[in-house]
C-alpha cells in the first residue's frame, strides 16, 4: 500500500530553523507534483509549497524567501527547509503527492507533522 510518510517537526523558537522530509513507499509507483500544506488551529489547511517533477516550484507568499522545497526523485522523498521561523508558521504540515499507480493518478497525504515555534 503506497504511503507518505513525514518526519522533522519539532518545537523551535522565533528565528530558528527545521526541515521536514518525506518519502513515498509501499509499491510501484511515478510521482508527480510533491508539496506542503499546513494547517493552523482554526483555519483552512493552506498550500505552503510545491514542486513538480521537472523541478518548478510554488510558494505561498508568506514563506516565500524562507523555506526551500527541494526534492530527490531517487529516493521518493521531498523535503522543505525552515528558515527564520516565526510564531505564525505554528500548524501541522501534511505532505502531499500525486502518485500514478496502477495506471491512473491519485493524491496521497501523509499523516501530518506538528511545527511549533515558540519562545
Known amino acids: 500500500q503506497v504511503q507518505l510518510e513525514e518526519s522533522g517537526g519539532g518545537l523551535v523558537q522565533p528565528g530558528g530553523s527545521l526541515r521536514l522530509s518525506c518519502a513515498a513507499s509501499g509499491g510501484t509507483f511515478r510521482i508527480g507534483t510533491m508539496g506542503w500544506y499546513r494547517q493552523a488551529p482554526g483555519k483552512q489547511r493552506e498550500l505552503v509549497a510545491d514542486?513538480?517533477?521537472?523541478?518548478?516550484?510554488t510558494y505561498t507568499e508568506p514563506v516565500k524567501g524562507r523555506f526551500t522545497i527541494s526534492r530527490d526523485n531517487a529516493k521518493n522523498t521531498v523535503y522543505l527547509q525552515m528558515y527564520s521561523l516565526k510564531p505564525e508558521d505554528t500548524a501541522v504540515y501534511y505532505c502531499?503527492?500525486?502518485?500514478?499507480?496502477?495506471?491512473?493518478?491519485?493524491?496521497?497525504w501523509g499523516q501530518g507533522t506538528q511545527v511549533t515555534i515558540s519562545s
Open positions: 502531499n503527492a500525486y502518485l500514478l499507480t496502477a495506471g491512473r493518478w491519485a493524491r496521497y
Open positions: 514542486i513538480s517533477s521537472g523541478g518548478t516550484t
